[in-house]
C-alpha cells in the first residue's frame, strides 16, 4: 500500500458545482496533515492543514477521519479559477517527513 | 520580504554538462529540500536538510548532489550521471520535518 494514495482524476464539474476528494494514508501515527494547490506548472502552495476537529476556509473544508485513515477535501460552490491539481500531504512511515500523494487533478467547466 | 528563490526559472544544458539549481529562503526554516516533478507526475524527494552541514538522500538522489553550507541556501547540482535529467526542479524549506513547507517557484533544466 503507497503511503499516501489519491484519486488521480480528472473530477471534471461544472461551475457551482461541489466535489469531493479522499486521500488514505497508511501510517496510523501520522499527525501532519495537509492540503496543497497546484496550478499547471507552478510551484504547490498550501491550501490548508487538516486538523482532528476539522477545518473550513471559506469553500473549503477539510476532515480527518483516524479511523479509516484518510482526510477529505471538500469545495462549494466551485469557480472555475479552482481548476487545479490537489495534493495531499501527510507525515508518512519515516515519522519526521512529509510525504506528498500524487494529486488529484480538479477541471472545473462553465 | 520573505520566502524562498530559485534561480534561474529555465536553465538549457547539453549532455554530459554538470549544473547547479540555486534556493535560498529567508524564512529562517531549518529544513530544506529538492524535489523533481516530471510532466503529469507527481513530487519526488531527491535530497533533504533538517539542518546546516547534514543532508540526506531522498528517493531518488542518484545523479545528484548538494550542500548545505548555510542555512538559508541549499544548492542542487545536477551531475552527468543523472540519466533523465530534464524535469521541473522544486525547492522547498520549513521549520522542521513535520510542519508545512513552503516551495519555491521552480527550475524547468532541459537537456539536450
Known amino acids: 500500500r503507497k503511503e499516501v494514495e489519491q484519486d488521480p482524476g480528472p473530477f471534471n464539474v461544472p461551475e457551482g458545482a461541489t466535489v469531493a476528494f479522499n486521500c488514505t494514508y497508511s501510517n496510523s501515527a501520522s499527525q501532519s496533515f495537509f492540503w496543497y494547490r497546484q496550478d499547471c506548472r507552478k510551484e504547490p502552495k498550501l491550501l490548508m492543514s487538516v486538523y482532528s476537529s476539522g477545518n473550513e476556509d471559506g469553500r473549503f473544508t477539510a476532515q480527518l477521519n483516524r479511523a479509516s485513515q484518510y482526510i477529505s477535501l471538500l469545495i462549494r460552490d466551485s469557480k472555475l479559477s479552482d481548476s487545479a491539481t490537489y495534493l495531499c500531504?501527510?507525515?508518512?512511515?519515516?515519522?519526521?517527513?512529509?510525504?506528498f500523494g500524487g494529486g488529484t487533478r480538479l477541471m472545473v467547466k462553465p | 520580504d520573505g520566502g524562498i528563490t530559485q534561480s534561474p526559472k529555465y536553465l538549457f544544458r547539453k549532455e554530459g554538462q554538470n549544473v547547479t539549481l540555486s534556493c535560498e529562503q529567508n524564512?529562517?526554516?531549518?529544513?530544506m529540500y529538492w524535489y523533481r516533478q516530471d510532466p503529469g507526475q507527481g513530487l519526488r524527494l531527491i535530497y533533504y536538510s533538517q539542518i546546516v552541514n547534514d543532508f540526506q538522500k531522498g528517493d531518488i538522489a542518484e545523479g545528484y548532489s548538494v550542500s548545505r553550507e548555510k542555512k538559508e541556501s541549499f544548492p542542487l547540482t545536477v551531475t552527468s550521471a543523472q540519466k533523465n535529467p530534464t524535469a521541473f526542479y522544486l525547492c522547498a524549506s520549513a521549520l522542521g520535518g513535520v510542519y508545512e513547507q513552503y516551495f519555491g517557484p521552480g527550475t524547468r533544466l532541459t537537456v539536450t
Open positions: 524564512l529562517n526554516h531549518d529544513a
Open positions: 500531504v501527510v507525515n508518512g512511515n519515516a515519522g519526521n517527513m512529509l510525504t
